[in-house]
């Protein structure tokens, strides 16, 4: 559950990048955003490792949550990533979010000798994954689950609460599995509130809470949220499919605090218009002009 609105920004770093990603992160940690996300492409070798790298960003800042924006998981195993996460969130104090895919590119991904999975399997081994990861945390006796993709005897389970899961659904079948077992939703394809992928999406994962008794307000809505944010308004903030470009501080302001108030917007994560890294200037512009804004006008209506 996204108890309140965060705001963070998201990166895909290349290991060259490192120095750059850690002074965002630490101008983050001083300007007092919520968290960052890095993606998770481990097939990829000029990239950074997402959880080595959330590992090392946590180590350094006091106030930043950290967020794999998602986890590929048929490279994590979940037992293992559970391991992960719950040691993450011992050694920071909590600050860790387990954000979770059903993985994409299975060229990429079978490459790594993972086995390939049908779209379907693929979901209910991740709809399993986070079944079992909080079925390991949080303490008890040990545990043994017999899943189709997931099988474990006799394991105990860490002494440290499972973080909150967010996931990045799409198709109907992940949607619905959001419903039942997740926390948050990150919409894929940076689809907003407005967007006809939302309206069409958001519905099957509250259906699916409710089937299950559920309160689907419990699940939040997190964004990813590319733009730009320019000195001058902007005559359009949205091009002419719909999707949001950027503009001034203000309109920014405007539009977030309308995406909370009257969408159910529970977080966002800033990144560049073409979805990258946003540069220093502008995180420093979010986290100084934008944030504080929309924080007081959700909290003055």
Known sequence: MVSRTLFGFGAHSDVADGPEL????????????????????????????AYAAIGFI?????????????????????????????????????????GMGAGGRWDRIAGMGVPRLSPGAAVDAFEEAIVLVRMLSGGGPPVTYRGRYYRVDQIEPAPVPAPAVWTGSVGPRSLAATGRVADGWIPGHAADWRSERYRTSRPVIDEAAAAVGRDPGEIG?????????????????????????????????????????????????LFAPDGGATDLVSLGRWAGEIVPAVREAILSR
Do not use: K
């Open 58 to 98: 946590l180590g350094r800042t006091r106030g930043l949550s950290g967020l794999a924006n998602v986890t590929n998981l048929p490279t994590r195993p979940a037992p293992m990533l559970a391991r992960a996460v719950t040691t993450l969130s011992a050694l920071s104090g909590g600050r860790i979010v387990l």
């Open 221 to 269: 809505t997190v964004f990813n949220l590319p733009g730009r944010i320019t000195d001058r308004p902007l005559t359009a903030t949205r091009d002419r499919d719909g999707r949001w470009v950027g503009g001034s501080a203000g309109q920014w302001v405007e539009e977030l605090t309308t995406a909370v108030l009257e969408h159910g917007a529970s977080g966002f994560i």
């Open 22 to 49: 850690l002074r965002m992160a630490d101008q983050a940690d001083r300007d007092g955003l919520d968290l960052f996300s890095l993606s998770d492409h481990p097939y990829l070798g000029g990239r950074a490792d």
